[in-house]
């Protein structure tokens, strides 16, 4: 047993305690132990924040990029130095397993690597005599104090799709994680305290809907980046529109997989299981309805039933651990009622993870994997977003009939297909209706130099998360038209 942790806030370069009454415990998924207690933040604290932040910018944003970068570079060597502790932490206040944890630590670091990049990244555009001695050019100045609001499933990875980009930029940033996991973000602050960056640079406010809204709200947050459930997102990004920010606003998702009859078997199930099972499938890139088209109904079937009733459930820390556990006992409700829903509308249940108990671990939030079989197309359960380890199988006749299902959907956040026929990988990618495709790929996660591109339901805004976007949505554009007649000027 470790000593719960008092989550604290960080203002203008200090650590300060959240003056709301409410407090949530932390509490570890899969043991039940209390990690730690978060505090809500009230608008005073956001508004706190918000100053502090504002105070750093004139002088941030005049600081040489080539000059920001340095506090990148030595951010991601302490975030190396840090990076089994942060990884422990995820599984530990998450549940997902360490080397889940481990992938995800990467990709902040990634991002990190990719922000280092701004001196060039944000270079504007020169056009020479546009008219007869008239010069024009476009240079790219930070936006000012912005806002970052993350998700419970990637305490470490989500901030850094924005983050790095943002203070590279010459903004400076508050971010809010979400209250069930707060502690990786606690760690990572403690990494940027020590980097000697100014004063409000970056800024940690921790608490739920109040802070969200205050940020919202705030005239002198000029920018929001949300991850987060559909219905949220939608909230934020009208809400922060209403006040006149940009704002960027990542939603919920239902990923269908296409598994055609000439994919390769083996290959195809080992990775559909991990897109599906993976994070206890709560990746915004998790499968949830797999599409079998033709003879593929027949082996892919048989094969994913095998995969999911031999996954190894348990505690993430724990060794040869293939799943851990979903967010707390509410979610574990969720779901398992949502497999019920399946059930009535008339699907089979191959595999049943309902009423999980792992030895060792008996009062953690266990489901373990489950398959449906015939799913009813249209059905609640094949629209929801389930957000937990259970895949929905649906069998058609032809990839037209598949696509045509795909594109029937709400969410676009990803969307896969499994062949060895090129032709029919092209037609996929041209046609479907996502923002991120695999082919071949479970979770088609963009590198870091590439936007995370949900569209639909998924996604509210126009520039995405991570690389150019990220550099897009975190300046203005400024336009200069000079004009310096040569008759005007003094000769020497
Ligand atoms: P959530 O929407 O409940 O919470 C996200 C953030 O919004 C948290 O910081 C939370 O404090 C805040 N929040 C919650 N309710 C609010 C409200 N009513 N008003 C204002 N703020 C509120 O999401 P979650 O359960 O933490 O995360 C899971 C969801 O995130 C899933 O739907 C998943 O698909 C989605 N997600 C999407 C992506 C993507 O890139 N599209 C990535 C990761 C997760």
Same mark, same amino acid.
């Given at each position: 047993?470790?000593?719960?942790?008092?989550?604290?806030n960080y203002v203008g370069g200090a650590w300060t305690?959240?003056?709301?009454?409410?407090?949530?415990?932390?509490?570890?998924?899969?043991?039940?132990?209390?990690?730690?207690?978060?505090?809500?933040?009230?608008?005073?604290?956001v508004a706190e924040a918000t100053a502090a932040a504002l105070r750093a910018l004139p002088g941030w944003r005049s600081t040489p990029a080539t000059e920001r970068i340095q506090f990148l570079f030595a951010l991601?060597?302490?975030?190396?130095?840090?990076?089994?502790?942060?990884?422990?932490?995820?599984?530990?206040?998450?549940?997902?397993?360490?080397?889940?944890?481990?992938?995800?630590?990467?990709?902040?670091?990634?991002?990190v690597?990719?922000a280092c990049?701004i001196p060039?990244m944000m270079q504007g555009?020169?056009?020479?005599?546009?008219?007869?001695?008239?010069?024009?050019?476009?240079i790219r100045q930070a936006v000012g104090v912005c806002a970052i609001?993350?998700?419970?499933?990637?305490?470490?990875?989500?901030?850094?799709?924005f983050l790095p980009y943002a203070i590279a930029c010459g903004n400076t940033v508050i971010v809010?994680?979400?209250?069930?996991?707060?502690?990786?973000?606690?760690?990572?602050f403690?990494l940027l305290d020590g980097l000697g960056l100014p004063a409000g640079v970056v800024n940690l406010v921790?608490?739920?809907?109040?802070?969200?809204?205050?940020?919202?709200?705030h005239p002198d947050i000029k920018a929001?980046?949300?991850?987060?459930?559909?219905?949220?997102?939608?909230?934020?990004?009208?809400?922060?529109?209403?006040?006149?920010?940009?704002?960027?606003?990542?939603?919920?998702?239902?990923?269908?997989?296409?598994?055609?009859?000439?994919?390769?078997?083996?290959?195809?199930?080992?990775?559909?299981?991990?897109?599906?099972?993976?994070?206890?499938?709560?990746?915004?890139?998790?499968?949830?309805?797999?599409?079998?088209?033709?003879?593929?109904?027949?082996?892919?079937?048989?094969?994913?039933?095998?995969?999911?009733?031999?996954?190894?459930?348990?505690?993430?820390?724990?060794?040869?651990?293939?799943?851990?556990?979903?967010?707390? &006992?509410?979610?574990?409700?969720?779901?398992?009622?949502?497999?019920?829903?399946?059930?009535?509308?008339?699907?089979?249940?191959?595999?049943?993870?309902?009423?999980?108990?792992?030895?060792?671990?008996?009062?953690?939030?266990?489901?373990?994997?489950?398959?449906?079989?015939?799913?009813?197309?249209?059905?609640?359960?094949?629209?929801?977003?389930?957000?937990?380890?259970?895949?929905?199988?649906? &069998?058609?006749?032809?990839?037209?009939?598949?696509?045509?299902?795909?594109?029937?959907?709400?969410?676009?956040?990803?969307?896969?297909?499994?062949?060895?026929?090129?032709?029919?990988?092209?037609?996929?990618?041209?046609?479907?209706?996502?923002?991120?495709?695999?082919?071949?790929?479970?979770?088609?996660?963009?590198?870091?130099?590439?936007?995370?591109?949900?569209?639909?339901?998924?996604?509210?805004?126009?520039?995405?998360?991570?690389?150019? &976007?990220?550099v897009?949505f975190f300046t203005q554009t400024k336009?200069?038209?000079?004009?310096?007649?040569?008759?005007?000027?003094?000769?020497?």
């Amino acid at each position: 047993m470790t000593k719960p942790v008092e989550v604290m806030n960080y203002v203008g370069g200090a650590w300060t305690m959240a003056s709301g009454m409410e407090t949530l415990p932390v509490v570890n998924p899969a043991t039940q132990e209390t990690l730690g207690q978060v505090r809500f933040s009230t608008g005073a604290d956001v508004a706190e924040a918000t100053a502090a932040a504002l105070r750093a910018l004139p002088g941030w944003r005049s600081t040489p990029a080539t000059e920001r970068i340095q506090f990148l570079f030595a951010l991601k060597q302490r975030m190396e130095a840090a990076f089994d502790d942060l990884a422990r932490t995820i599984t530990m206040e998450c549940g997902k397993t360490l080397d889940e944890a481990r992938g995800e630590m990467r990709r902040a670091i990634e991002n990190v690597e990719v922000a280092c990049g701004i001196p060039l990244m944000m270079q504007g555009d020169v056009s020479e005599d546009i008219a007869a001695g008239i010069d024009e050019l476009m240079i790219r100045q930070a936006v000012g104090v912005c806002a970052i609001i993350a998700p419970f499933n990637f305490p470490g990875m989500i901030p850094f799709w924005f983050l790095p980009y943002a203070i590279a930029c010459g903004n400076t940033v508050i971010v809010k994680p979400s209250e069930r996991v707060p502690l990786t973000m606690q760690k990572v602050f403690g990494l940027l305290d020590g980097l000697g960056l100014p004063a409000g640079v970056v800024n940690l406010v921790n608490g739920a809907k109040d802070a969200v809204d205050a940020i919202l709200d705030h005239p002198d947050i000029k920018a929001v980046s949300f991850v987060g459930s559909t219905a949220v997102a939608r909230h934020v990004y009208a809400r922060g529109a209403q006040s006149g920010k940009r704002v960027q606003a990542q939603g919920g998702a239902k990923n269908p997989i296409i598994v055609l009859p000439d994919a390769e078997q083996d290959v195809t199930t080992k990775i559909v299981a991990d897109s599906a099972f993976g994070c206890a499938g709560q990746r915004c890139l998790a499968a949830s309805l797999t599409i079998t088209v033709g003879e593929a109904g027949g082996w892919f079937t048989e094969a994913i039933a095998e995969a999911a009733a031999t996954r190894q459930v348990g505690y993430g820390l724990d060794d040869g651990v293939q799943m851990g556990t979903v967010i707390n &006992h509410l979610s574990r409700e969720r779901v398992e009622g949502l497999i019920g829903t399946g059930e009535r509308e008339g699907a089979e249940i191959l595999v049943d993870g309902r009423g999980t108990v792992i030895h060792g671990y008996e009062r953690g939030s266990f489901v373990r994997p489950t398959v449906l079989r015939g799913l009813p197309a249209g059905g609640e359960l094949a629209r929801t977003e389930i957000f937990g380890p259970v895949l929905g199988l649906m &069998h058609v006749k032809t990839i037209e009939e598949a696509i045509g299902l795909v594109n029937s959907g709400q969410y676009g956040n990803m969307a896969c297909l499994f062949t060895s026929s090129g032709a029919a990988a092209r037609q996929f990618r041209n046609q479907a209706d996502s923002g991120n495709i695999g082919i071949n790929i479970g979770v088609a996660a963009p590198m870091a130099f590439f936007p995370f591109s949900g569209w639909k339901e998924s996604f509210f805004g126009t520039l995405h998360g991570q690389g150019r &976007h990220a550099v897009e949505f975190f300046t203005q554009t400024k336009v200069v038209v000079e004009r310096w007649p040569s008759e005007w000027t003094r000769r020497f």
